[in-house]
């Protein structure tokens, strides 16, 4: 599994943020199992949610692109509204 963070949109929108990946092939065995329960949290959810305020001045927007078995799936959520398991994915990323 391959997850990769992009970070858009805050008080400096202007500035091109590089994406952060990270593979889960390259973590320990714990770490990476830890990724796999944290990323199947907001794919759980996903198609659940309502969509909060959508924007908040200079707040930011985060997409965690989950690629596994050939397949992506987008994960996305705002400063203004993600779920608790986006946050606590996003919040684990943050920390690598």
Known sequence: MRVTLMQHGGLAAGIRREPRVLDARALPAEAARKLAELVAAPKA???????????IRDGMGYT???EDD???????GSDAAMS????????WLDQR
Not at 84 to 91: N, T, Y
């Open 84 to 91: 608790p398991a986006f946050a606590d994915l996003l919040d």
């Open 70 to 76: 050939g397949q992506s799936t987008f994960l996305r």
């Open 45 to 55: 959810v996903a198609h659940a949610e309502t969509s909060g305020p959508g924007r």
């Open 64 to 66: 965690i692109t989950v």
